[in-house]
């Protein structure tokens, strides 16, 4: 049974950083396809960053340069560091997982099986 359980969300101030962590049990991170979801108040689920087991990683526009994705294969999870937050990074991240994937954050209709329960993250100015 595949299990994905996100932590590490909460409340920061505009500027600050948080390190959200997806803990998977069930697969190995390093032979899936993995993501992290944003999904703000009141809109859809958009992907934030999605990678293969190659490395290969695709970042969001609006996130380049201050989010950044790492794996640790002794612990199988799959992390997220946030920096530089901005009030528009407000909402629920959740971390999925699949066999396979378009490595594309701008991909329309990404297609994960697996999906944690999501954690909060506030950034207030």
């Known amino acids: 049974q595949v299990q994905l359980v996100e932590s590490g969300g909460g409340s920061v101030q505009v500027g600050g950083s948080l390190r959200l962590s997806c803990a998977v049990s069930?697969?190995?991170?390093?032979?899936?396809?993995m993501s992290w979801f944003h999904q703000a108040p009141g809109k859809g689920r958009e992907v934030v960053v999605v990678?293969?087991?190659?490395?290969?990683?695709d970042y969001a526009d609006s996130v380049k340069g201050r989010f950044t994705i790492s794996l640790d294969n002794a612990a199988n999870t799959f992390n997220l560091q946030m920096s530089s937050l901005k009030p528009e990074d407000t909402g629920m991240y959740y971390c999925?997982?699949?066999?396979?994937?378009?490595?594309?954050?701008?991909?329309?209709?990404?297609?994960?099986?697996?999906w944690g329960q999501g954690t909060q993250v506030t950034v207030s100015s």
């Open positions: 999925a997982a699949d066999r396979g994937c378009t490595v594309e954050a701008s991909d329309p209709d990404p297609n994960f099986g697996h």
């Open positions: 069930g697969i190995a991170v390093s032979k899936y396809c």
């Open positions: 990678t293969d087991w190659f490395g290969t990683a």
